[in-house]
């Protein structure tokens, strides 16, 4: 145990001593008024930070600078396309026929149309997607090698929730208060957990406990139907061309009161199941809103691009996109607050949200890679976003929120981050089908000669050789891909093992070493205790 206790305030240390620099302070401050759990908050809006501007230096180094330099400003003058303030809310009007969406991209730019824009849009896309992805696995990762470096047992979780529970950073009585409060509350979990599978139910309890949970999970697709069969209706109903505000605010105040009210119905299904542990209960609403959000947002891209018949939808996807994160971004301060402020004008104190409050930035940061393609502009809308939820967010909850019950372990986040990587998983498959299969006849890929996006590979391989066409036409065939993809399915599926077998065997040899120490600890007491001659003895 102790060596365990060791190897966790080490752990602890040598993270400390590593830690990101930028807002350090705040979150530190957070941490100190409102305990670790708040603080995790802040740290993954640091993260989501930190994605966004590696996506943000991809789109301005190789995409938006070269055509803002060579664009044709002149183009956008006109006397009936006019400059309002209303279009910076819109995306149209100057705003849309400019380098700020898809429509105001062209085919190669440079002096002598030499860059060729219509290669680096989509592999500027396709880069920084796959580059935030195994960014994404590799803190997952971490986060596994340090579950695996630390204690395994339940029996030891309990010895080290009590040595190194305590969140030393806090600094206010309230937090302290709530601080104990939360530590008794994880105990009863780890209690639960040991005792759980020792507790029999009665055969008419287990009817009934299934039977609640069944009826639960039947509300939760009820829920989602409706969702579904309510964002169809409004994008169907609404165009693209039209000027009233339920054509043009329509689709997207629609998918965010879904995706903010919805969640909160889906909250109170756990109130007529019989969860023994409060972790699986929060790790069941988590998941049912996730997917809930998930299927919302897929629901809607696909609608849109089944139901658009203009000549560049390309453009109507980005200005629904870029309204959409300016909605999400007040959607997602509201989550956050949840009117504390309001409270604290009566002299009271809300706890803030936490689950509800990451899985809206999830949710926010799945609608920036897929509409990022559309708009350019929204990896710099993502980045304003995320200041000021953080700016906002930190000033407000200092002052009108309490610290939460509920503990959240913000030294490990793979689980929202397993979250995270789901997502840009699902954006990846959806841009994907958008680059291989949606016809496109504007922006960069104008020209008669692209039909789809991925003309651009036929574009590039015309002027290579034979052999290099035919190798090329071989790997991106099905039969060589699907065995690849089995093969590497079989590959993650042998290194779970290999980790598996890993930590059993550090498990065995902890145990072990441990057994050893404690029978030589013995041994040489007892040696002790044999050659010890009283003062009696000797005279």
């Known amino acids: 145990l102790s060596s365990g206790i060791n190897a966790e305030y080490g752990e602890r240390q040598k993270k400390e001593r590593n830690e990101f620099k930028l807002f350090l302070k705040t979150i530190k401050a957070i941490q100190g008024e ?114 695996g470096s630390s204690v395994g047992s339940q029996e030891k979780s309990l010895a080290m929730n009590l040595f190194c529970g305590w969140d030393y950073s806090i600094n206010s009585n309230e937090a302290i208060k709530k601080q104990q409060k939360a530590t008794r509350s994880n105990f009863k979990d780890l209690l639960c957990e040991l005792t759980s599978s020792a507790k029999k139910r009665t055969k008419k309890e287990i009817r009934i406990m299934y039977a609640l949970r069944s009826l639960a999970w039947f509300i939760w697709f009820i829920l989602v139907g409706g969702a579904i069969a309510a964002i169809v209706i409004v994008v169907d109903s609404t165009s693209s061309t039209g000027t009233s505000f339920i054509n043009v605010y329509g689709p997207t105040i629609a998918l965010t009161l879904i995706n903010s009210g919805v969640p909160f119905l889906i909250q109170k299904l756990t109130l007529i199941e019989n969860y ?46 870029y309204k959409l994160c300016i909605i999400n971004t007040a959607s997602m301060l509201a989550i956050l607050l949840k009117y504390p402020a309001f409270l604290y004008l009566l002299d009271r104190r809300n706890e803030v949200d936490l689950p509800s ?13 897929f509409g990022n393609l559309f708009c350019p502009l929204l990896s710099f809308m993502a980045i304003i976003s995320n200041l000021l939820y953080f700016g906002v967010g930190s000033v407000l909850i200092k002052k009108c929120c309490q610290p939460p019950t509920k503990r959240y372990n913000s030294q490990n986040s793979r689980f929202f ?11 990846m498959a959806l841009t994907c089908y958008v680059i291989v299969a949606v016809p496109v006849e504007c922006g960069p890929y104008s020209s008669p000669r692209f039909e789809v996006m991925w003309d651009t590979m036929s574009v590039l391989s015309s002027g290579w050789s034979s052999s290099v066409t035919s190798v090329i036409g071989t790997i991106a065939s099905a039969p060589f891909i699907v065995p690849l993809l089995f093969l590497l399915f079989v590959t993650i599926w042998f290194l779970d093992i290999s980790r598996t077998k890993a930590n059993l065997k550090f498990e065995i040899v902890s145990t072990e070493l441990n057994s050893l120490r404690l029978e030589k600890a013995k041994y040489l007491k007892e040696k002790r205790s044999s050659s010890h001659i009283s003062p009696t003895q000797s005279r």
Request: charged fraction near 15%; glycine fraction near 6%.
């Open 34 to 147: 409102l305990g670790s759990s708040t603080a995790a908050l802040f740290l993954f809006v640091r993260y989501l930070l930190m994605i966004n501007i590696f996506s943000a230096v991809l789109w301005v180094g190789f995409v938006i600078i070269p055509q803002a330099i060579y664009f044709d400003y002149t183009s956008l003058i006109s006397q009936d396309n006019r400059f309002a303030s209303k279009q910076l809310f819109l995306g149209d009007g100057m705003i849309a026929d400019s380098w700020l969406f898809f429509k105001g991209y062209e085919e190669t730019v440079g002096s002598n149309y030499t860059y060729a824009m219509y290669v680096a849009y989509m592999l500027v896309h396709l880069c920084s997607i796959i580059g935030v992805f195994f960014g994404i696995l590799k803190t997952i990762g971490n986060d596994i090698v340090r579950e």
């Open 276 to 321: 023994d542990i409060g972790r699986t209960e929060q790790y069941v609403t988590i998941s049912r809103v996730y997917v809930m959000r998930m299927i919302s947002l897929c629901t809607f891209i696909v609608t849109l691009i089944d139901s658009n018949e203009d000549d560049c939808p390309q453009l109507y996807w980005g200005q629904e996109f």
């Open 357 to 369: 409050s990451l899985m809206s930035l999830i949710y926010f940061q799945g609608c920036i890679w």
């Open 417 to 427: 981050n397993t979250f995270l990587a789901l997502t840009i998983v699902i954006m």
